[in-house]
């Protein structure tokens, strides 16, 4: 398993100028190679290969143009490796080759924006407090954590806040934690950020918000500036390390709280949301851009890749269900369908079995009973499209049908929470009713025991 190690490292005055260089002279191979490939694909010729345009844009380049010398020559060849895996995974999403998301074509870098050149095998050396780059120098590198094997490649990146790091890519053998038998599922809410089956909730800092104002001012300041002066310059870095602060704060909750969960449970269960639809495309930011930024702030999508993460690392597993799954619509205790519920309604009363529920908890239940149901219809049917089967009964609304499926999940969800007593009683009494489940009519009976 590859896992990513990342450093920040101090450059002085000399380095800081070698490095720019160094990450001009990727920009400017990986530019003038998309150029090329652009006017050929105008001309309708095939796109050339990654050695082609080697030759072409390093080997031949460096005969005219004598600063292509001055820098390394590992993290050009990279930077063109990367371009070519840029189009692999373009044209693979455009044949279907590549699953999700649609990739975009590969586009021009900007002086700009962050800056990355990537160094592999023997070229560049590690010591106690040092890093050896060819034709930069040894630049000062604070572990803050130990290295977990010797690393394949280094990448050293600048942001946009004029921060410069190490990050390493490293083999890592997965550490399994002992099993604690225990099952969550998570609801993802704006006003609580996590809400846990068991009833826990972790509230999220908020830190674009909290921020907001000093952004506002440091955006006016810097808008009032003659574009390409020094005094502009200033002021995009002040708005940069702010926007760098913000990030960091999320990141740093989203990973103590992933950490903490993986720890804490064998099996995590998310709904699968569709975040970037939510915030760019869809209905939010036109009928509610405060949701948007709200969402953006909180980090789901975030916070869904490192519990995956960990969870591998871990040897935990990971699930996801289907985002159409009436989670918040649904009681948790019956199964019985209470219909949508606007965002404001945080607690509501289930009138098929008078259960008091807190939206979000109930929720999370949801999460956890869904995939405890697909499971059993998974090793019953023992075929490959098991979740489709069940989203098919649940969408038909067959009371019939949608009790049995309820039974499947209540039996299951019994077997999980076995060590809880007051869900053991409630099966008993549910057992007791079970033999008239099968009647249409008798299915809201049953609901109210
Ligand atoms: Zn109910």
New binding site residues.
Partial sequence: MKARYKYRIYPNHVQIQKLSQLFGCCRYVWNQSLAHCNQLYADGIKKPSYTDLTKQFITQAKRELLWLKEVASTPLQQSLKDLDQAYKNFFNSCTGKRKGIKVKPPKFKSRKSRQTARFVGVNYQINRDKIYLPKVGKIKIFWSRPLASQPTSVTIIRDSAHRYFASFVVETNAEFLPKTDNYIGIDLGISTFATLSNGEKYEAPKPLKQNLKKLAKFQRKLVKTQPGSKRRERRRLKVAKLHGKIKDMRTDFLHKLSTNLVRKYDTIVLEDLNVSGMVSYGMLRKRNPKLAKAISDLGWRQFRTLTEAKCEKYGREFRVINRWEPTSQK?S??G?KGGKKELNVREWT?I??G?FHDRDVNAAVNILNTLTAQTVVMSREASLQPITKVKKAVELENPVQLSLFNEVAEGQRSIIYRTRSSRKTRRKKQASSNDVSTRPESFKQR?SV
């Fill in positions: 009681c205790c019956c019985f289930c098929s079995c259960t609901a």
